[in-house]
Nanobody, 128 residues
Framework: QVLLVESGGGLVQAGGSLRLSCAAS????????MGWFRQGLGKEREFVSA????????YYADSVRGRFTISRDNAKNTVYLQLSSLNPEDTAVYYC?????????????????????WGQGTQVTVSS
């Protein structure tokens, strides 16, 4: 019922920045918490960041806190992930996900099982 399409990935040098976008369609994301996950080659998908639907509280994995910023624009039905100070370890496919009416406590657990809908992913490659 909710289609999520990521964009903005690409090739960037270490220390550089990118802004990823997640455009939703089908219904408003107003009542969905939104999250970003990533999966590197040969690795499991891991939590990156999430933003609440109730009060815009944000959550970050330790590995990205201070470097990445999640935001949402409900009027545009879009969620963003600003990536800065990138390093090669950030290379991965980045996925957008939506969790219907997820509580902040649930979001803080950073579990992917919370999310109902997933995008197709966008590749971020950081060269050294």
């Amino acid at each position: 019922q909710v289609l999520l399409v990521e964009s903005g990935g690409g090739l960037v040098q270490a220390g550089g920045s990118l802004r990823l976008s997640c455009a939703a369609s089908g219904r408003t994301i107003r009542t969905y918490a939104m999250g970003w996950f990533r999966q590197g080659l040969g690795k499991e998908r891991e939590f990156v960041s999430a933003i609440s639907w109730t009060d815009d509280s944000t959550y970050y994995a330790d590995s990205v806190r201070g470097r990445f910023t999640i935001s949402r624009d409900n009027a545009k039905n879009t969620v963003y992930l600003q990536l800065s100070s990138l390093n090669p370890e950030d290379t991965a496919v980045y996925y957008c996900a939506a969790a219907f009416m997820a509580t902040n406590r649930a979001l803080s657990r950073m579990s992917q099982t919370l999310y109902n809908y997933w995008g197709q992913g966008t590749q971020v490659t950081v060269s050294s």
